[in-house]
């Protein structure tokens, strides 16, 4: 089944530790992104990457880092995480950077105390 | 950089009645226009999206409309569902930099 898995669904964690949240795609996309969804504020891109060891800022990037060393991979980073982190995170992939459907993991429910 | 404004923030409608939700973009460069439905607790799911050579596509009660000169498109949901209850979302992209932009969403309730 194709599919965008992210991994963990909730985490809970304390000011300061890092962390890092999988997402993986079985559908060999070239674009992959993070995005963080908070109330009245929709969704807003963190990163992005058009392809193996190719990442780029999105709107949000401030306290976030991200990784694509294999296509399927693209791992988000919190090195030092913060009460103003916590949010609902979403990892999508497409098979063409521009003008094409974005396919959405589960999400991962993020709580910084 | 691009900016999508959505109207209403929520929208309740009667069973059976349409719901219409508008977005506007800025940037002319915008050529594609998807929107996503976000069940409570899921993920977003593309439901319909429109290209800008393309004025009007449906696909059995949904619709999107889209206006080029005044930079806005418009979802429409005819004979609505309770299961059409949901949070949606539009997006423009376009052919450079960043993929999308979403409008900060419609949160729909379709009254039984």
């Known amino acids: 089944e194709a599919q965008v898995t992210q991994n963990p669904r909730y985490l809970i964690t304390v000011t300061g530790k890092k962390l890092t949240v999988t997402c993986s795609q079985n559908?060999?996309?070239?674009?992959m992104s993070w995005y963080r969804q908070d109330p009245g504020l929709g969704l807003r891109q963190i990163y992005y990457?058009?392809?193996?060891?190719?990442?780029d800022k999105g709107d949000v990037p401030e306290g976030y880092k991200v990784s694509r060393k294999e296509k399927r991979n693209f791992p988000l980073i919190l090195e030092s995480p913060s009460p103003n982190q916590t949010s609902l995170y979403f990892c999508a992939s497409s098979g063409r950077p521009y003008n094409s459907p974005l396919h959405f993991g589960n999400g991962t429910r993020l709580t910084v105390t | 950089g691009e900016n999508v404004e959505q109207h209403p923030s929520t929208l309740s409608v009667q069973e059976g009645d349409s719901a219409v939700i508008k977005c506007t973009y800025s940037d002319s460069a915008s050529n594609y226009f998807p929107w996503y439905k976000q069940e409570l607790g899921k993920r977003p799911q593309l439901i319909i999206d429109i290209r800008s050579n393309v004025g009007e596509k449906k696909d059995q009660r949904i619709a999107v409309t889209l206006n080029k000169t005044a930079k806005h498109f418009s979802l429409h949901i005819t004979e609505t569902q309770p299961e059409d209850s949901a949070v949606y979302f539009c997006a423009a992209s376009k052919n450079t930099g960043n993929q999308f932009y979403f409008g900060t969403g419609t949160s729909l309730t379709v009254i039984p």
């Open positions: 990457s058009m392809n193996v060891e190719v990442t």
């Open positions: 559908m060999n996309h070239e674009y």
